[in-house]
C-alpha cells in the first residue's frame, strides 16, 4: 500500500525558506515522476512542482525562480525548497506520484494522500 508523508512546513516570514519533505514506501519510488501540489484554503488542490524518475523538473509560473524540487532514490524522498516566500504561499503541501512526463499533463496516479504540511507565511 503507497504511503505519502510530508514534513517540514511551518509558519514563515514572507521572504524566508523552507524544505519540505516526502518519504514514500510501498512503491517503486524511483521509477515514478513527482509532483508537489498545495491546497489554499477555498481552492483546487494544484500540482505546482514536477520532477520526473530522470530529474527532469518543471514548475508553474507563479513559484519559477523560488522553488526547487528534488529527490533521492536511495532514500525514497522527495524535497521542495521553498525560497522567498510569498504570502500566496500558504497551503497544504501534499506530495503523489503523478500521470506523466510533463508537468501540465500530470495527475496523482493513486487515490490515496497523505497528511499533508501545512505552509504559512506571515509576520
Known amino acids: 500500500q503507497v504511503q505519502f508523508v510530508e514534513s517540514g512546513g511551518g509558519l514563515v516570514q514572507p521572504g524566508g525558506s523552507l524544505r519540505l519533505s516526502c518519504v514514500v514506501s510501498?512503491?517503486?519510488?524511483?521509477?515514478?515522476?513527482m509532483g508537489w501540489y498545495r491546497q489554499a484554503p477555498g481552492k483546487q488542490r494544484e500540482l505546482v512542482a514536477h520532477?520526473?524518475?530522470?530529474?527532469?523538473?518543471d514548475y508553474v509560473d507563479s513559484v519559477k525562480g523560488r522553488f526547487t524540487i528534488s529527490r533521492d532514490n536511495t532514500k525514497n524522498t522527495m524535497y521542495l525548497e521553498i525560497n522567498n516566500v510569498k504570502s500566496e504561499d500558504t497551503a497544504v503541501y501534499y506530495c503523489a506520484a503523478v500521470t506523466d512526463n510533463q508537468l501540465a499533463t500530470s495527475g496523482p496516479v493513486f487515490g490515496s494522500w497523505g497528511q499533508g504540511t501545512q505552509v504559512t507565511a506571515s509576520s
Open positions: 520532477i520526473t524518475s530522470g530529474d527532469k523538473t
Open positions: 510501498g512503491i517503486t519510488f524511483s521509477i515514478y515522476p
